[in-house]
């Protein structure tokens, strides 16, 4: 993907995205800044090493640590850092990365060029060493702050968490949910291998990509063939099971993932719900390029006064804001930018919305709840409280096999899930209730 767009040029763009999330700024936000204008290949070259750079932030900042005996200016820092993460990602590649590393600083600093080389070659040469010396700490091997694991182990189990935060470590993998409605999956994978993608079939309209790719190379993507969902989050839409007619709210829509996914499972009618309008917009932006329609109301779905028209839903999805503690791996800053009171704020909200939604739900209805966490005052702890203030609400399982509860977390070809779940996907939370 980087061909076309020279390292050094990488470097320096990747470089000052890590400086503005030094400032505060999420790293979605500083790649949307630094990358505006730019070319496809630039921003896809940018957006590689600054992920890169996020996932393995401490481990980096431990090795420039060791290596430099003096602070390097800040823009020297930056380039440093990032020029690291590739040195710990792609060590195949190392002397190149070196050297446009160095006239990237040489560019920025000229007098601090020198100073780059020596430290970089310094840790080609004592890789092994420098870098059991940076992870001696669960902090840099695990790439997260102190209460963070502590959470982590506290809900999974020391074991677990850990296998867990290692695996978010690492690039994700790209997985497609292909559009039934205009194509078989079978059908559409033999598509993909023609145009030499290498692709796996995860289960119902989930395709694995063995390498991730442009989404303007997917065969098919501006037609609506396909989408670019995780597996984990394509369950929500077959755990709801839509059937034709059937009247439907997803409350927290954005991006529109999951409401376009209940529209090509069923001829329902779906209201999607979203607060923010910059995000609503992208949830139109979806459904036209799939072919589908909904009615997508700017809103938010507590405030239920300002947007129902009293006529109760067949079915409700909410995917409710959560921590993202089960995305890190597509997220890698979360780890970063979240707070440890942030947990307790986010599970008022998410109480709030079930609260407010509940009503609206005809009887005998379900209303699913998801969040795209692993924390258990998210999930767990969040229903077991529901189900405790509301009799009539029901617990039942959202697949054949799977508990009434179901956690799942980040895994890779692992398996042990229900048999309705694929074996690749990120973490999330799953509870269908149905109203009596």
């Known amino acids: 993907m980087r061909n076309s767009v020279s390292l050094q040029r990488a470097l320096e763009l990747a470089a000052h995205t890590r400086a503005l999330m030094t400032s505060g700024a999420s790293l979605e936000k500083a790649l949307e800044s630094t990358t505006r204008g730019l070319s496809a290949e630039e921003k896809a070259a940018c957006q590689s090493l600054s992920y890169a750079a996020t996932r393995n932030a401490l481990a980096c900042e431990a090795i420039l640590g060791l290596l430099a005996s003096r602070p390097p200016a800040p823009k020297v820092r930056s380039i440093m850092l990032v020029a690291l993460a590739e040195l710990i990602e792609s060590p195949q590649k190392d002397y190149v990365i070196v050297n446009e590393a160095v006239k990237a600083v040489k560019s ?3 007098a601090a060029s020198g100073f780059a080389n020596a430290c970089l070659r310094r840790f080609l040469r004592e890789r092994g060493k420098i870098l059991s010396m940076a992870v001696r700490t669960d902090e840099v091997r695990l790439n997260a702050p102190r209460w963070w694991i502590d ?4 809900c999974l189990g020391r074991a677990r968490a850990d296998a867990m935060m290692k695996l978010v470590r690492t690039r994700p993998p790209m997985i497609v949910r292909v559009n039934r409605r205009r194509i078989a999956t079978a059908d559409w994978c033999e598509l993909a291998r023609r145009s030499g993608l290498e692709v796996r079939e995860l289960g ?6 063995k390498s991730p ?16 969902q995780d ?18 709210l997803d409350a927290c829509a954005a991006p529109g993932g999951k409401t376009a996914h209940l529209l090509e499972l069923a001829d329902c009618r779906v209201t999607a719900l979203e607060i923010d309008p910059v995000r609503a917009q992208r949830i139109h932006e979806n459904l036209d390029r799939l072919g589908l329609t909904a009615q997508v109301r700017t809103a938010d779905g507590a405030d239920v006064a300002s947007w129902w028209d009293r006529q109760p839903f067949d079915a409700v999805l909410l995917d409710a804001p959560c921590t993202a503690s089960g995305i890190v791996r597509r997220h890698p800053d979360i780890v970063f930018s979240r707070r440890p009171q942030d947990v307790h704020a986010l599970c008022m909200q998410q109480k709030k919305l079930l609260e407010a939604l509940w009503p609206t739900l005809k009887v005998g209805g379900r209303l699913l709840y998801v969040v795209c966490s692993v924390f258990e005052e998210e999930g767990p702890k969040q229903i077991e409280s529901f189900l405790s203030r509301h009799a009539d609400a029901t617990l039942v399982p959202v697949a054949d096999g799977a508990p009434k509860l179901l956690t799942l977390t980040p895994c890779e070809g692992a398996g042990g899930e229900p048999a309705q ?7 999330f939370f799953y509870a269908l209730l149905t109203k009596q």
């Open 108 to 110: 920025a600093e000229p």
């Open 151 to 154: 959470k982590m182990r506290a």
């Open 204 to 209: 119902r309209q989930a395709v694995l990509l």
């Open 213 to 228: 790719v442009p989404v303007s190379e997917l065969p098919g993507f501006h037609e609506g063939l396909v989408s670019v």
């Open 231 to 248: 597996a984990g989050a394509q369950l929500a839409a077959h755990a709801l099971a839509p059937v034709d007619g059937e009247n439907i």
């Open 421 to 427: 779940v694929a074996d690749t996907h990120d973490g």
